[in-house]
């Protein structure tokens, strides 16, 4: 265990030193820079070549690519060329509405998309089965931006029930926070759950063959025990996997949901900096939403070990 851990750690480490070397140098080759934007087309070249110096835009790739990585380390991430404020305030801000949404979208995708799959495999080529399976194929078709503002007529401009947007913040209360995040949470989930319902279904149909269940309901083990305490746990490997992708796909790709309930989140800062071509906060956010999802790749290969531990030899070998 001791061994899959480090060769998973060096190559996450590895990894995350490619992803910012590609992320710099893909930003550097775009054409134009952020002086000659902030200046205009027609600011003079005595101008301009002053603010590059100002920015630092003048000095060496390898010296600007070292200084962005040592100040990422120690916790410096530059000031926006927008705002004028530091990057990490930024972040900071955007990251507390953005990451509980994530939380709270693949939270409730989990504890709705696992038990339709298991329930729908143990109905194999049922109605319920069926029905359970159209529903998903619905909730995969229906784009989520739409069954956003679907949500927003019906329970914020009809019904009156929840805000139709924006964010009141945490300072305000926990039940007020949670009640703006609930309708972004519920249009982003259950798309989300559909997927994963069809692969637990798919999964659990695969280790419902296998000789140890028939093994085990030969024992006396109830139908429900061995579908829950047995089956579900071989089932996992490709459901954590698909878990991981969601929420790494929760976190960084949220920006048209939070564009359309007008949450302060991440994905909306993103959109704000490529627009005003803000490439400090650009390159900043690509970099920490590449290294989430490559730490939760980290995170679910851990979790592969945990829930099958032939995996650990397999992988020390």
């Not at 690519?65 to 955007?94: C, F, H, K, M, Q």
């Not at 926070?177 to 637990?200: D, G």
């Amino acid at each position: 265990m001791r061994l899959f851990l480090l060769k998973r750690m060096i190559s996450t480490v590895l990894t995350l030193i490619v992803a910012s070397v590609v992320i710099f140098v893909v930003l550097e080759i775009l054409p134009g820079d952020p002086a000659s934007f902030m200046l205009g087309i027609h600011a003079e070249a005595e101008t301009l070549a002053a603010l590059r110096a100002q920015l630092g835009l003048n000095q060496p790739l390898s010296i600007r690519y070292l200084e962005w990585i040592g100040g990422l380390l120690t916790g410096d991430l530059g000031n926006s060329y927008t705002y004028d404020v530091p990057v990490a305030e930024l972040i900071r801000d955007r990251i507390m509405v953005s990451f509980p949404l994530a939380l709270l979208a693949i939270t409730l995708s989990t504890l709705i998309a696992i038990p339709l799959g298991v329930v729908a495999a143990s109905q194999h080529n049922k109605p319920l089965d069926f029905l359970i399976m159209g529903f998903s194929q619905l909730g995969i078709a229906i784009p989520n931006f739409w069954f956003a503002m679907l949500l927003t007529i019906v329970f914020a401009v009809t019904l009156r029930w929840l805000p139709a947007g924006g964010f009141v913040g945490w300072d305000a209360g926990i039940i007020p926070a949670l009640t703006s995040l609930l309708l972004p949470t519920v249009a982003l989930a259950l798309p989300q759950s559909a997927i994963l319902a069809r692969v637990t279904r798919s999964s659990m149909l695969d280790v419902l063959k296998e000789d140890y269940i028939r093994t085990a309901r030969a024992k006396g083990v109830g139908y429900w025990s061995a579908l829950w305490h047995h089956a579900l746990r071989n089932a996992m490997i490709p459901v954590i996997t698909i878990m991981g992708l969601q929420f790494s796909f929760l976190l960084a790709g949220t920006i048209i949901i939070e564009n359309v309930f007008y949450l302060p989140g991440i994905g909306r800062l993103i959109f704000q900096a490529i627009s005003q071509r803000d490439l400090i906060v650009v390159r900043d956010l690509v970099l920490l939403l590449s290294a989430a999802v490559i730490l939760i790749n980290f995170v679910v290969d851990i979790l592969y070990a945990l829930v099958d531990p032939r995996l650990r030899g397999f992988n020390d070998g």
